[in-house]
């Protein structure tokens, strides 16, 4: 069970943690305190066996309006992507996903709305930004060199997934840790690095927490839900981390589009910047919320 209990002993164990200061994240030109302005990724589908079937694209068209939808509920970015993460759906190859992605990118963009190009392939991310997008959603960790060249070269920013495998397709069989921070805390530090080096300018993480790990769906829930609330711990690193909201199924059942609210309550606790999600203006509105009211401790005035 969730309690203030619960959450202060979590604080009061990782005090330090709490206030540390994070770079600001780049988009299409704009740079944002994710502090003071969460960002929202909106996401747009181009795979008919993507589970969440309302962000789903069936046409370049439906992928326009998508976009300019998402967009006008507030969201500052729209993901396109061209295969599932889940490993049991149809593998599309990076030939196809490229013709995919371009020339859906390029008709948001050239709306004026930003877009970040998902993928794990060197071609798939090169068709992406070639086309305009401004962010990289690397689900992969394969390639790194390559990917944080590509990024370089369009001064695009890059969202560094926690992979346990090659990418998000290709888990191993590595076991989940209870407590994945101080494996993530080696394996991101590293990679910044690495991408400083290559010329990446502007940088946030994502613990990976929405890819098929190897659990039961309780276990799945369970894990990400703790892995939410514990999201400041990784801000020593100096960059905002990105979560892909959960949904948590077989905990919400024929509810699960209210997942995603009930999870940002708990990425927000947790100091998260950027909020990947399907469900934009229900998380838009669940943010606002949060930001609105100042819980102290302080009784109203009477």
């Known amino acids: 069970m969730i309690s203030l209990a619960g959450l202060a002993r979590l604080v009061e164990a990782h005090r330090d943690d709490l206030d540390v200061e994070v770079a600001p994240f780049a988009i299409g030109g704009r740079s944002f305190d994710t502090d003071r302005e969460p960002v929202l ?23 326009v309006r998508k976009a300019r939808v998402q967009v006008a509920q507030g969201a500052h970015v729209i993901d396109v992507g061209a295969e599932s993460s889940d490993a049991a759906a149809r593998a599309v190859s990076p030939e196809e996903q490229a013709r995919s992605v371009a020339p859906v990118i390029e008709r948001i963009t050239e709306a004026g709305i930003a877009t970040s190009i998902e993928g794990y392939d060197v071609a798939v991310v090169r068709a992406g930004l070639a086309a305009g997008a401004s962010v990289v959603n690397l689900t992969g960790s394969d390639v790194d060199d390559a990917m944080f060249e590509l990024a370089a070269e369009h001064d695009a920013s890059v969202v560094l997934c926690h ?5 998000a397709r290709a888990l191993d069989d590595t076991e989940v840790d209870t407590d994945p921070v101080p494996r993530m805390l080696e ?16 940088l946030a993480i994502d613990p990976g927490i929405g890819f098929g790990y190897r659990l039961d769906p309780a276990e799945r829930a369970q894990y990400q839900a703790a892995a939410l609330v514990n999201t400041f711990r990784l801000r020593r690193l100096g960059v905002p981390v990105c979560h892909a909201l959960p949904h ?5 059942e024929d509810q699960f589009r209210s997942a995603e609210g009930f999870f940002a309550v708990l990425a927000h ?18 943010l606002d919320a949060l930001a609105a009211f100042d819980l102290d401790g302080t009784p109203p005035a009477g």
């Open 41 to 63: 990724m909106g996401v747009v589908n181009l795979s008919r066996d993507s589970a969440y079937r309302e962000s789903v694209a069936v046409s370049l068209e439906s992928a």
């Open 163 to 167: 992979v346990l495998g090659r990418h």
């Open 187 to 202: 394996a991101f530090g590293r990679r910044i690095d690495r991408a400083r080096e290559h010329g990446v300018g502007s």
């Open 248 to 252: 948590a199924f077989d905990i919400f």
């Open 269 to 286: 606790l947790g100091s998260t910047g950027i909020y990947r999600v399907h469900e934009v203006p229900l998380v838009r509105s669940v």
